[in-house]
């Protein structure tokens, strides 16, 4: 059968999200004499590698019969240009296919059913129907322990994995669904002023308004090469980079373009994206913060009594120490939701600014005090106040700027295009503010794609407020994006409750 | 925020398969001022009406920024043409969707919520991930009764429904996984001849080598719109259709988009997508053969019972009257398997050929025999002498021509240019035939794309077989699928197993 004629390459440019996908002409030889139809998953070879795609059959003549377009992911894979040849062959029905399917009908997947399905994930065989299929079937608690820990370690084992050749190595992760929390960049520059080594790797945001990554890159650059990132931990003893291009766990990675348009991040799954990233990352001690309120993600301090343990167990056996703080979670931390928003507090915060936002600092400190002490940097009762010394002093200030500095230097974040205030409707007190809604709002601003945009909150739960006083601002790239918030705020009243005086 | 500007529709003519995919240029107007990405759901509005659409965004010269493409299926259902214009705006996120997670997390869906998603469904708002994701989260015993009794209704609404004015309205269904089990058309040729009504809509194949309309499409034409069915069904008093030309259950032909890929038919998406195209169109008595055997889809007959008991009991809360049969599924039925080879094999049967398959004309007659009853056509006991008689005496293939003629005239099956015989590898008894490996075999060459194409079987199970005897053969269109599907054979011999004598 072989792999047919040579195909030449034409620039498409048609960017399908990531899905690798391959476009032939009706006509071409290979179609006609494999009997391609559309949607076949087929192999493409080319002189750098190859890969498997979906395949698009043309019938126009944006291609000649004997020419090839890719989807921009799948071109990128493939590291071609213009005019150079593919060829395509018929990709075997995948065997783990076969174990999804005993996964959909409600069977237990062992290590090597899991190992199979993350390792065709992980090679980008995977079609975005099966990753899709994949992710419901894991959800709802329908992954036990022994199989969050095969497809936790299948995870690992599918990328790199990084080796400091030191220890303790600090890690930090917080579960999410807390709009504006970003303490990390802050208990980076804590950690590594103290003297710990903290090479935090970080994701972009999945169904967030802002990744960790996202807010970092609006500082200075995250997207590092293996051999960048050890030269600024080296120099610096720690980082706030972007995992994604370490390809740390290239599963979670290729799960996760599901998992974003889906809105789904379920438990099994989130520890193991979590813990095969502090894993292959080289942690050795991984501080996990879990916020619990009604609209956070972990919604009872009884999901996050089950999620610790899950969390706790997987990650003892795979030889990673933890410590988990539950915070509060009933409303977002600091003013600013989206990456640049974020920022702006992340500074305050670490320049020591008068209209620094309390909340965050303290969270910032309370967690760094824990993790100083779970990595042996301070005794047991006194994390907090050498954090808070740290902070105070102006140490930790300078320890980010040297590491902005190492990762391609220190920037100030962008402001917005467009802003506009949304007012308290009476007099009163702040009674609620809905993360989700927060959330989706900073969402339909333009975050995490609009760095800029996002959403300002002016006021906390308990505060007393005026009749037309701000409640918070919109920020936006475009007028379009603004308009489009601005009518899902004026439909939800509720994402910041005034209750009247 | 409005529509936009409009832009010119160019013909880029890329099948997706079934996804609305319209692809815009990166500098498009509305691009921008949306702020889209790739992958965004988006609304597209037409003279003649609106889809949902998945955008992909293009950076070449294939499209201007004034213009715009969209995949063939989406092009179809616009019913557009080279330079019409569209409007392109942003879809609100579907509130359905909440309901899919929570399903997705494992909360019940109550009918309201089974409602949203299915209408979403039959709109075609939904991608295909969602789909997949909605298929996987339902498999496995996921639908309880109650819910799968939600999903037909809901089925059944969002599509046609048709009233035939009279009762009984004869319908047959058999559950399938069982290779060139083909009595359908045979069935319908005996009911209609004892002079039951039985409009047929029949489906295409799913996972399996070819469905009933697949192989009737051989003989005549099955894509008759309803106005067409019945005037064939008012003069004849049956026909053997496709469904999905009428829209009967519109949800249903989505949900097949995801699910033949994955290879997926779960038990109570079976139920609802048997019983909501029964209800819909118009029977009132359905016979449903449960075929039962090692590598049938039914393995076990406490898995039928279950299965009976389900359709029993849906089909009873939707008013319609079921008899189920349960029948031996330890091996394939007839010679044929592949569209136009199980043809040939109800011709066979049909005109009383010397070597017609007798296992398919005993199942036919059975089955019959069992529907005449049921609908009072014939007394208890005697429905299948009845329908021997109407088989032997010639009326029944009298009848299944003027169908036939009716649905716009009688045609032979066609032949595959390629054939491979396999050979018994040695002298012995035929001990074992894996419907499974069968019906793959029958898709690699080809079926049911290739209506010629797939497996003729020369031996049943318990046959003597010499050293080297035919035991079946590879029918194909191209010398690729025939090489493929000999690759498949060479390394599965377990498909026909021959135990030495």
Same mark, same amino acid.
């Given at each position: 059968?072989?792999?047919?004629?040579? +195909?030449?390459?034409?620039?498409?440019?048609?960017?399908?999200y990531q899905e690798?996908?391959?476009?032939?002409?009706?006509?071409?030889?290979?179609?006609?004499?494999?009997?391609?139809?559309?949607?076949?998953?087929?192999?493409?070879?080319?002189?750098?590698?190859? @890969?498997?795609?979906?395949?698009?059959?043309?019938?126009?003549?944006? +291609?000649?019969?004997?020419?090839?377009?890719?989807?921009?992911?799948?071109?990128?894979?493939?590291?071609?240009?213009?005019?150079?040849?593919?060829?395509?062959?018929?990709?075997?029905?995948?065997?783990s296919l076969?174990a999804l399917r005993g996964k959909i009908?409600g069977?237990?997947l062992?290590?090597?059913?899991m190992?199979?399905i993350v390792?065709d994930i992980a090679?980008?065989r995977y079609a975005n129907i099966y990753l899709a299929a994949f992710v419901a079937a894991c959800a709802g608690g329908r992954l036990?322990?022994?199989e969050t820990?095969?497809l936790t370690?299948a995870m690992?084992?599918?990328?790199? /994995?990084?080796?400091?050749?030191?220890? *303790?190595?600090?890690?930090?992760?917080?579960?999410?669904?807390?709009?504006?929390?970003?303490?990390?960049? @802050?208990?980076?520059? @804590?950690?590594?002023?103290?003297?710990?080594?903290? *090479?935090?790797?970080?994701?972009?945001?999945i169904t967030?308004?802002?990744?960790?990554?996202?807010?970092?890159?609006?500082?200075?650059?995250?997207?590092?090469?293996?051999?960048?990132?050890?030269?600024?931990?080296?120099?610096?003893?720690?980082?706030?980079?972007?995992?994604?291009?370490?390809?740390?766990s290239p599963a979670d990675d290729m799960l996760i373009r599901v998992e974003r348009p889906l809105g789904l991040d379920s438990e099994g799954q989130l520890v193991a994206s979590v813990?095969s990233?502090?894993?292959?990352?080289?942690?050795?001690?991984? +501080?996990?913060?879990?916020?619990?309120?009604?609209?956070?993600?972990?919604?009872?301090?009884?999901?996050?009594?089950?999620?610790?343990?899950?969390?706790?167990?997987?990650?003892?056996?795979?030889?990673?120490?933890?410590? @988990?703080?539950?915070?509060?979670?009933?409303?977002?931390?600091? /003013?600013?939701?989206?990456?640049?928003?974020?920022?702006?507090?992340?500074?305050?915060?670490?320049?020591?600014?008068?209209?620094?936002?309390?909340?965050?600092?303290?969270?910032?400190?309370?967690?760094?005090?824990?993790?100083?002490?779970?990595?042996?940097?301070?005794?047991?009762?006194?994390?907090?106040?050498?954090?808070?010394?740290?902070?105070?002093?102006?140490?930790?200030?300078?320890?980010?700027?040297?590491?902005?500095?190492?990762?391609?230097?220190?920037?100030?974040?962008?402001?917005?295009?467009?802003?506009?205030?949304?007012?308290? *409707?009476?007099?009163?007190?702040?009674?609620?503010?809905?993360?989700?809604?927060?959330?989706?709002?900073?969402?339909?601003?333009?975050?995490?794609?609009?760095?800029?945009?996002?959403?300002?909150?002016?006021?906390?739960?308990?505060?007393?407020?005026?009749?037309?006083? *701000?409640?918070?601002?919109?920020?936006?790239?475009?007028?379009?994006?603004?308009?489009?918030?601005?009518?899902?705020?004026?439909?939800?009243?509720?994402?910041?409750?005034?209750?009247?005086?």
């Amino acid at each position: 059968m072989g792999a047919g004629h040579p +195909l030449t390459l034409k620039w498409l440019g048609i960017d399908t999200y990531q899905e690798a996908v391959i476009y032939l002409h009706r006509d071409c030889e290979v179609c006609r004499s494999e009997g391609f139809e559309a949607q076949a998953r087929v192999r493409v070879e080319a002189a750098g590698g190859q @890969i498997v795609a979906t395949l698009n059959v043309v019938d126009s003549d944006i +291609l000649a019969p004997c020419e090839a377009g890719l989807s921009v992911v799948a071109w990128r894979q493939l590291r071609v240009a213009d005019g150079d040849t593919v060829r395509v062959s018929a990709e075997p029905p995948l065997d783990s296919l076969v174990a999804l399917r005993g996964k959909i009908y409600g069977r237990r997947l062992d290590a090597a059913a899991m190992r199979a399905i993350v390792d065709d994930i992980a090679a980008g065989r995977y079609a975005n129907i099966y990753l899709a299929a994949f992710v419901a079937a894991c959800a709802g608690g329908r992954l036990d322990v022994d199989e969050t820990v095969a497809l936790t370690r299948a995870m690992v084992d599918a990328g790199q /994995r990084l080796d400091w050749g030191r220890a *303790p190595i600090a890690d930090k992760h917080c579960v999410g669904g807390l709009p504006g929390n970003r303490t990390t960049p @802050i208990v980076v520059a @804590i950690a590594t002023a103290a003297g710990l080594t903290m *090479p935090k790797t970080s994701s972009r945001a999945i169904t967030s308004p802002a990744g960790t990554a996202d807010t970092m890159e609006t500082m200075a650059p995250v997207e590092l090469d293996l051999p960048a990132i050890r030269r600024v931990v080296e120099r610096e003893g720690g980082c706030v980079v972007w995992g994604g291009a370490v390809g740390l766990s290239p599963a979670d990675d290729m799960l996760i373009r599901v998992e974003r348009p889906l809105g789904l991040d379920s438990e099994g799954q989130l520890v193991a994206s979590v813990l095969s990233k502090k894993v292959a990352a080289g942690a050795t001690h991984a +501080l996990i913060d879990i916020p619990v309120g009604p609209t956070a993600k972990v919604r009872s301090p009884q999901a996050a009594a089950l999620l610790m343990t899950l969390l706790e167990h997987v990650a003892a056996t795979l030889g990673l120490s933890t410590r @988990i703080v539950l915070s509060d979670g009933a409303q977002p931390v600091g /003013r600013g939701v989206g990456p640049a928003l974020e920022a702006r507090d992340v500074l305050a915060v670490l320049r020591r600014e008068a209209g620094a936002p309390a909340d965050l600092a303290e969270r910032a400190l309370m967690l760094s005090g824990a993790l100083l002490e779970f990595c042996g940097a301070a005794a047991e009762g006194t994390g907090i106040a050498t954090a808070r010394g740290l902070l105070d002093s102006g140490r930790a200030w300078r320890k980010f700027l040297a590491i902005a500095d190492a990762q391609g230097g220190f920037r100030e974040p962008p402001r917005a295009a467009h802003v506009r205030v949304v007012d308290a *409707p009476c007099a009163g007190r702040v009674g609620a503010i809905d993360n989700r809604l927060v959330s989706r709002i900073a969402k339909l601003a333009g975050a995490p794609r609009d760095a800029a945009a996002g959403l300002e909150l002016f006021v906390k739960v308990g505060d007393r407020v005026d009749a037309g006083a *701000p409640l918070y601002a919109l920020h936006a790239e475009s007028p379009g994006e603004l308009d489009y918030a601005f009518d899902y705020v004026a439909a939800h009243p509720e994402t910041v409750v005034v209750l009247p005086a």
